[in-house]
Every structure is written in C-alpha cells, then in structure tokens.
T-cell receptor, first 110, second 116 residues
Framework: QKEVEQDPGPLSVPEGAIVSLNCTYSNSAFQYFMWYRQYSRKGPELLMYTYSSGNKEDGRFTAQVDKSSKYISLFIRDSQPSDSATYLCAMSHGNNRLAFGKGNQVVVIP | GAVVSQHPSWVICKSGTSVKIECRSLDFQATTMFWYRQFPKQSLMLMATSNEGSKATYEQGVEKDKFLINHASLTLSTLTVTSAHPEDSSFYIC????????????FGQGTRLTVV
C-alpha cells in the first residue's frame, strides 16, 4: 500500500463550481498536510498547509484534515479557468521529507 | 515566497552523454535540498536528499553513481545524470527547504530532460 493515495483521474468542472479533491494516507505519523498546485511543465507551488486535524481557509481555498480517518480534502470555491492545473497532496512527519500523491488534473471550463 | 531557480528548464542530449542540472536558492540559504523525478501524470518521486557539505542520501533504487549530486554551498545543489539513456528522460525537480517540517519547501521550475 502506498503511503499516500490520490485518485489521479482528471476532473472537469464549469467555471464557478466547487472543486473537491481528496487524498488518503496510511501512515498515522504524518503531522503536516500540504496541497500544491502544479501548472504544466512547472514546479509545484505550495497552496496551503495544515498541521494536525482541522480546517484551514485561505480565500477561495479550504483544506480539511481528518486524522482519525486518514483523509484530507481541498475545496476550491467559485472556480476560475486560472485554477486549471494539477493539484498534489503531500504529507510529512515533520522531518522535511515529503510524500506526494499522484495529483489530480483539474480543468475549469469557462 | 522564497525563490528557487533551476537551470536549464529543458535539455536534449545524446545517449551516453552527461547532463548537469543546477538548483539555486536565490534569496535564502537552504539547509537541505531535494531532488525529485516526475513521470507524466505521476507523483513526484524523491530521488535524494542533499545537505550542504555532506554526501547525498539516496532513496532505495536510485543509482548514486548515475545520479551524482553535489551540494557545495547553502544556495547551490547540482544533479548530474551520467551516461544518460532514453529511459532517463523525465522531468527533474529540485526543492529547497528552509525549515524542518516540510512546510517550507520551495520548488524549482523543473528540468525536462530528453535523451535521444
């Protein structure tokens, strides 16, 4: 079983819709949970990170962590065409080694 | 946020030659730098962890004699793909870490390597 599972299936949504992404993980030692956005042929850029369980909101983005279920989510409200990218979840124990999911390609259709 | 510059952004080389990729932290000193490899529609796979002035730590299955990593200063790490073969064609990405939690990792723009 991989440490981090993220269904890589592409996701197409109309502009203005809510995008919902999620990852599951198997290692209960993970404490930091990150979401990265990666545009085509570019390096990932950090969107948000959460420490331990709970919700975190930043503008149109909300990250949720449920450690009891080993499940994390990212929600994008009022999606825009500029949000079209691949979104990767990543996790760490706090030792700066990151374990990544496969990423979800999101396409927001105008 | 902090800036990590990776160069070149793309390179095409002949089979059997070597290619060097540079990763620089432009406005901060990175205690640790990481090298990843990413295949199309796949996750980032950690290849090695690099600390300034010491030998890199390679992940299982990564050939250290093929992927040479040098971390000569707190702002520069290099990855050299030696005797490249077509199967080494991939997207290589570096990151530089300013902290220890993994939440302060900044990524370079990646290098697309094509071996012909």
């Amino acid at each position: 079983q991989k440490e981090v599972e993220q269904d890589p299936g592409p996701l197409s949504v109309p502009e203005g819709a809510i995008v919902s992404l999620n990852c599951t993980y198997s290692n209960s030692a993970f404490q930091y949970f990150m979401w990265y956005r990666q545009y085509s042929r570019k390096g990932p850029e950090l969107l948000m990170y959460t420490y331990s369980s709970g919700n975190k909101e930043d503008g149109r983005f909300t990250a949720q962590v449920d450690k009891s279920s080993k499940y994390i989510s990212l929600f994008i409200r009022d999606s825009q065409p500029s949000d079209s990218a691949t979104y990767l979840c990543a996790m760490s124990h706090g030792n700066n080694r990151l374990a990544f999911g496969k990423g979800n390609q999101v396409v927001v259709i105008p | 946020g902090a800036v990590v510059s990776q160069h070149p952004s793309w390179v095409i080389c002949k089979s059997g030659t070597s290619v060097k990729i540079e990763c620089r932290s432009l406005d901060f000193q990175a205690t640790t730098m990481f090298w990843y490899r990413q295949f199309p529609k796949q996750s980032l796979m950690l290849m090695a962890t690099s600390n300034e002035g010491s030998k890199a730590t390679y992940e299982q299955g990564v050939e250290k004699d093929k992927f040479l990593i040098n971390h000569a200063s707190l702002t520069l790490s290099t990855l050299t793909v030696t005797s490249a073969h077509p199967e080494d064609s991939s997207f290589y990405i570096c990151s530089a870490e300013t902290g220890v939690s993994g939440t302060e990792a900044f990524f370079g723009q990646g290098t697309r390597l094509t071996v012909v």
